[in-house]
């Protein structure tokens, strides 16, 4: 009617005369609740998965932020630090694989080993680094035989921060751990990075048990689903800020607190 579309028009004017800050308010209030981490209710996880930061990147030497996809898929590779690096990774966690293997109590349910990594070039060279490492064993079975890119697993974007000193990252962390939806300097929110990295897992989780259709015998005489061991390869923020999800955190305000992960560091994650 009219009278109710004039209402209506009234009602938008009146908005318009908000703050920005207090009509955003408004709209999540009144919308539905977003899913910021999906591992916050999830009773298990079926696979393991283990975090795999890049090796020192030519980036990293110059001290520079190297977010941007355009640049970062085709530039700002593996230093020859970061290969030994990567390197070095491969072949203590394939040492450590049939390590495990050789222990029947650890290792018999694990299928092989799954790689997924960031389609930045100083992720992707990381994990082809490290996959070499495990294909020197032919008792380490690959998914796919081959490392499966995954633009979810990409840097954080940081903006107009992009390109310059990584000094800069400090800005951004002051502001996540007090409101982590901001996107000040137009970067990416620590949320929207929580929230694309768990769903994420959650994804893999089913996908990798749809492939896993053997079984074998648990202690108690049952039959398991055989598991993969799950590499995922990205940034220093993206994977200190999916650790908060395997926390069982409700947001990502908290990441810059966890231990800092190192260059090539691989840290087993585990969902609480």
């Known amino acids: 009617s009219v009278q109710l579309a004039n209402k209506h028009q009234r009602l938008s004017s009146l ?55 355009q640049i970062s898929t085709v530039q700002h590779g593996l230093s020859e630090v970061g290969q030994e690096q990567a390197t070095l990774a491969g072949t203590s966690f394939a040492k450590q694989y049939l390590n495990d293997a050789a222990s029947s109590s650890k290792n ?3 299928k092989g080993v799954a790689i997924f990594s960031s389609d930045f070039t100083r992720a992707r060279e990381t994990a082809t680094l490290f996959t070499q490492q495990l294909h020197n064993h032919q008792e380490i079975p690959i998914y796919t035989n081959d490392i499966v890119l995954e633009t979810r697993l990409r840097e954080r974007y940081f903006g107009e921060l992009n390109g310059g000193p990584d000094d800069q990252y400090q800005k951004v962390w002051d502001v996540d751990c007090t409101n982590p939806n901001h996107d000040e300097f137009g970067v990416e929110a620590a949320n929207c990075v929580l929230e694309r990295t768990t769903r994420l897992v959650t994804e893999l989780d089913e996908l990798l048990s749809s492939s896993s259709t053997t079984t074998s015998s648990s202690s108690n005489g049952g039959e398991e689903e055989q598991k993969w061991k799950v590499i995922l390869v990205a940034h220093g923020d993206v994977l200190q800020i999916m650790q908060t999800g395997f926390l069982r955190h409700e947001d990502a305000a908290r990441h810059r607190s966890l231990e800092h992960l190192e260059t090539a560091t691989i840290r087993e994650l585990t969902l609480l």
């Open 15 to 69: 908005l318009l005369l908000l703050p920005t800050a207090a009509r955003a308010a408004l709209s999540t209030t009144s919308s539905s609740p977003t899913i910021i981490n999906h591992l916050l209710h999830r009773p298990h996880l079926t696979h393991s998965y283990y975090a795999l930061r890049h090796g020192q990147s030519l980036a990293n030497v110059a001290k520079i932020i190297s977010s941007d996809p």
């Open 108 to 110: 018999d349910n694990y």
